[in-house]
Structure formats: C-alpha cells, structure tokens
C-alpha cells in the first residue's frame, strides 16, 4: 500500500504564501504523474494541479497564476508553491498519483484569514 504525507499548511492572512510538500512510499513519484486536490467544509474535493513525468502542468482556472505545482522525484516529493492566497484557498490539501488516484492521505489544512 502506498503512503502518502502532506505537509506545510497553516494559518496565513490573505495575500500570503505557503509551500505545501507531498511525501509518497515507494518510487512512484518517477512512474506516476501527481496532483494536488483540495476540499474545503461541505463540498466536495476538487482537483487543484496536476504534473506530468515529462513536467507538463495543469491547474484549476481558480489558481492560476498564483499557484505553482513542481516535483523532485529523488527526493520521493511533489510540491505546492502557493501565493496570493485567498480566504476561498481555505481548505484541506490532499496530493495523489494521476490520473488513477491511489491511497488518500491525512492531508494538510491551509486556512486563509481575511
């Protein structure tokens, strides 16, 4: 069974930055394409960005230009560069393997004050 860590979020006034990391078990990082989903109280978990083995990256129309997903497959690690965070960014984090999602981990919380 693959393991999947998030980890990074916290509490940040709105217009703030933080950086999430997704650790995995294995080396699925190097095989697989990851993404970034989030879910925020009462709705359903949305997709956020994506990357492919070959670096290509897709986000979600709401976080372009703001949010920034990159990996380092030696490091068994994908991240989530996010800036100009907004209230509606509050949400749990949650990273998978693309486009079959696998084991869901714990996630991280980020919450956005105005």
């Known amino acids: 069974q693959v393991h999947l860590v998030e980890s990074g979020g916290g509490l940040v006034q709105a217009g703030g930055s933080l950086r999430l990391s997704c650790a995995a078990s294995g080396n699925i990082f190097s095989r697989n394409a990851m993404g970034w989903y989030r879910q925020a109280p009462g709705k359903q978990r949305d997709f956020v960005a994506s990357?492919?083995?070959?670096?290509?990256?897709n986000y979600a129309d709401s976080v372009k230009g703001r949010f920034t997903i990159s990996r380092d497959s030696a490091k068994n690690t994908v991240y989530l560069q996010m800036t100009s965070l907004k209230p509606e960014d509050t949400a749990v984090y949650y990273c998978?393997?693309?486009?079959?999602?696998?084991?869901w981990g714990q996630g991280t919380q980020v919450t956005v004050s105005s």
């Open positions: 998978n393997t693309m486009p079959y999602l696998g084991n």
């Open positions: 990357i492919t083995l070959s670096g290509r990256t």
